[in-house]
């Protein structure tokens, strides 16, 4: 996403509006096409080369902000690597020591004086068993300015080992391996990601968000439950008023938490909050309504709307989505897992009146039995007071739960479901579940929507 400083929006009359670009204006077009080809120019070369180059664009360039924040975007799609045969700080201290055997090397300027520090070069590259340029390249490859762009989009140098620099982080949450829809650097992705980064960072400073959907429910609060975002969730009819049933509705709305609703406002929960935006326009009909903290000393706010007539692009996949690693876990270890119950991502609705209720997952059974599991991992104590109101509201006998020891409650807290509870410390087993759903699976289904 943009930073802060790159963001650029308009308060006007108690509303806030990011000032997106016209995707079709000829000079934006060029600006991209031209930081694209710069970026594919500098696969292989230093990073502070690469910064010096985007920092030259933008002199000849009246939109700083624009072509800065275009190149945050690209930038996001690099990965920069230390490139050096034997750690810097090896070269570094082998260089020292024997240039202090030498002192002083430097006194006038002198054709003596280059002489001996090619000595000096000479001697460690031999000790170290690299070559001359090797060492004199590696003494600062540490340095971030120094490290090597070896991958921009799908296009890598050849020596990059894509496979050994995968980690656990991701684009999405930063502690999984979700990633989202990875495409083409293009001029027209690369302009459709910057006005959608525009309205993210307008909700870095979100107090709350409510959010109406009429479709492709399932995949939007699915990411809801991946940032992590404290909801509440009512079915709507088609002109977004709340009805009393979920038999009568065409939509959900739900209203999400943010960051200055906290007790202690928390920066990284409103990065949550903007990293969910990208889910809506997954959508064919939605919108979006948050309230924006202006100045944290006076407490007011602004209003910041958004619908599917802005024309954002997302680029989050409409896939299968896990809501914590918790789950994530679960799933993979049930692949590994020998047993004929299934585990399936839920699209159930269960209907708690005036709120609804999304289950995180079904465990079916090839003869047709099927229970409906919910994971309850860690939420602030005011929202898990909340999410145990609804689970003892929950009318299904083949209901499950797996709790994590970790939270503040206790079997009674769950009502009627008190004794379909698995309580699990670091991780839910695949056959404690298979046990409980064996005991609760029912052969009829709910009602599905």
């Known amino acids: 996403m943009l930073t802060a400083d790159l963001a650029r929006s308009r308060t006007r009359d108690g509303e806030v509006r990011p000032l997106f670009i016209d995707m079709s204006d000829e000079q934006y077009r060029e600006t991209a096409a031209t930081l694209i080809d710069l970026f594919e120019s500098y696969l292989g070369e230093p990073k502070g080369d690469l910064e010096a180059a985007i920092d030259e664009l933008t002199v000849d360039n009246t939109d700083y902000k624009i072509v800065q924040g275009l190149a945050k975007l690209l930038k996001d799609e690099c990965e920069f690597e230390q490139q050096a045969t034997v750690d810097p700080r090896e070269i570094r201290q082998r260089l020292f020591e024997r240039a202090n055997d030498s002192y002083p090397i430097v006194r006038q300027p002198t054709l003596g004086e280059d002489t001996q520090k090619l000595e000096v070069y000479s001697a460690v590259a031999d000790e170290l068993g690299i070559s001359l340029e090797a060492c004199y390249r590696g003494m600062y490859a540490d340095l971030d300015d120094n490290k090597r ?198 699209d159930d609705v269960f209907d708690l009146g005036d709120e609804v209720m999304i289950p995180d997952f079904a465990i079916e059974h090839p003869d047709g039995r099927r229970a409906i599991l919910e994971v309850v991992g860690f939420w602030t104590p005011e929202y898990l007071a909340s999410k145990l109101a609804k689970i003892r509201q929950v009318d299904a006998d083949n209901f499950v739960l797996a709790v994590s020891e970790r939270l503040d409650c206790a079997d009674e807290d769950f009502g009627d479901a008190a004794d379909r509870v698995l309580w699990f410390k670091s991780g839910i087993h695949v056959y404690d579940m298979v046990e409980l759903a064996e005991a609760y699976a029912s052969a009829t289904e709910m009602d599905r929507r």
Not at 165 to 182: A, I, V
Not at 248 to 265: C, H, I, M, T
Not at 285 to 307: C, G, K, P, V
């Open 149 to 346: 762009l070896v991958r921009f989009g799908e296009q890598t140098v050849d020596e990059y080992d894509k496979d050994a620099s995968d980690t656990s982080t991701t684009k999405l949450t930063g502690n999984s391996k979700q990633e989202y829809d990875q495409t083409e650097q293009t001029v027209d992705w690369l302009l459709a990601r910057y006005n959608l980064a525009l309205a993210q960072a307008v909700l870095y400073d979100a107090s709350e968000m409510r959010i109406r959907v009429w479709d492709h429910f399932g995949t939007v609060f699915s990411y809801v439950k991946l940032f992590g975002l404290m909801h509440r969730i009512y079915p709507i009819d088609a002109d977004g008023t709340r009805v009393d049933s979920t038999d009568n509705a065409a939509g959900y709305e739900a209203e999400l938490d943010g960051p200055a609703s906290l007790f202690r406002k928390s920066q990284k929960y409103g990065i949550r909050m903007a990293n969910f935006l990208p889910a809506l326009p997954l959508c064919d009909r939605w919108e979006m309504n948050a309230e924006i903290l202006d100045d944290d000393s006076t407490r007011t706010s602004h209003q910041f709307t958004l619908d599917t007539t802005d024309g954002l692009v997302s680029h989050y996949s409409t896939g299968q989505q896990f809501d914590s690693d918790i789950e994530r876990t679960l799933a993979r270890k049930w692949e590994r897992a020998n047993t004929e119950w299934e585990l399936q991502r839920e």
